[in-house]
T-cell receptor
Framework: DGGITQSPKYLFRKEGQNVTLSCEQNLNHDAMYWYRQDPGQGLRLIYYSQIVNDFQKGDIAEGYSVSREKKESFPLTVTSAQKNPTAFYLC???????????FGPGTRLLVL | AQKITQTQPGMFVQEKEAVTLDCTYDTSDQSYGLFWYKQPSSGEMIFLIYQGSYDEQNATEGRYSLNFQKARKSANLVISASQLGDSAMYFCAMRDSANQAGTALIFGKGTTLSVSS
């Protein structure tokens, strides 16, 4: 079945540690996005990518990094510079020039 | 700056009743798109319905319809014949034209819908 997968479902980070969240899609979508959701809040854009080897910062990119080496994959690294990383992270994808985004199941990141 | 406002933190409805979830938006763009997503307790965001600013008809998808009032800048979601499985958080969103690619979405804070039997 076509869709977006995110792993792991839960992730625990220790102080000073970098962690990487995986996002893979087999929808043949060109654009991919990372959003952060805090409790009781809407989603905020971290990074997005429209083509391989190119990505742009969103509204809250500080403390995060991404790569887009393959069309299907858009991993997000939460670096030690992100001082408040506890949140729910959602990956999405869409066709270029089509606005509807489809989301993965999310990764919940907790700090130990 | 663009903005989405959802003023109802929570809504309660009985099964089989209709419910309207409010959404107002602010944009200076002439061309824009509005979305509704459902987020059940599992966390996944499920796309429900889309309305383009130039669409003459209100969008409908099964039990979901979007009451689009352009002059009032409102895009309310109407769920007919509520079911227990409709209990979830609902988000209104629109395309963020300030974003360089113009394809990312901005979201409201959501409305929690609780359906009782």
């Amino acid at each position: 079945d076509g869709g977006i997968t995110q792993s792991p479902k839960y992730l625990f980070r220790k102080e000073g540690q970098n962690v990487t969240l995986s996002c893979e899609q087999n929808l043949n979508h060109d654009a991919m996005y990372w959003y952060r959701q805090d409790p009781g809040q809407g989603l905020r854009l971290i990074y997005y990518s429209q083509i391989v080897n190119d990505f742009q910062k969103g509204d809250i990119a500080e403390g995060y990094s991404v790569s887009r080496e393959k069309k299907e994959s858009f991993p997000l690294t939460v670096t030690s510079a992100q001082k408040n990383p506890t949140a729910f992270y959602l990956c999405a994808s869409s066709r270029i020039n089509q606005e509807t985004q489809y989301f993965g199941p999310g990764t919940r990141l907790l700090v130990l | 700056a663009q903005k989405i406002t959802q003023t109802q933190p929570g809504m309660f409805v009985q099964e089989k009743e209709a419910v309207t979830l409010d959404c107002t938006y602010d944009t200076s763009d002439q061309s824009y798109g509005l979305f509704w997503y459902k987020q059940p307790s599992s966390g996944e965001m499920i796309f429900l319905i889309y309305q383009g600013s130039y669409d003459e008809q209100n969008a409908t998808e099964g039990r979901y319809s979007l009451n689009f009032q352009k002059a009032r800048k409102s895009a309310n979601l109407v769920i007919s014949a509520s079911q227990l499985g409709d209990s979830a958080m609902y988000f209104c969103a629109m395309r963020d034209s300030a974003n360089q690619a113009g394809t990312a979405l901005i979201f409201g804070k959501g409305t929690t819908l609780s359906v009782s039997s």
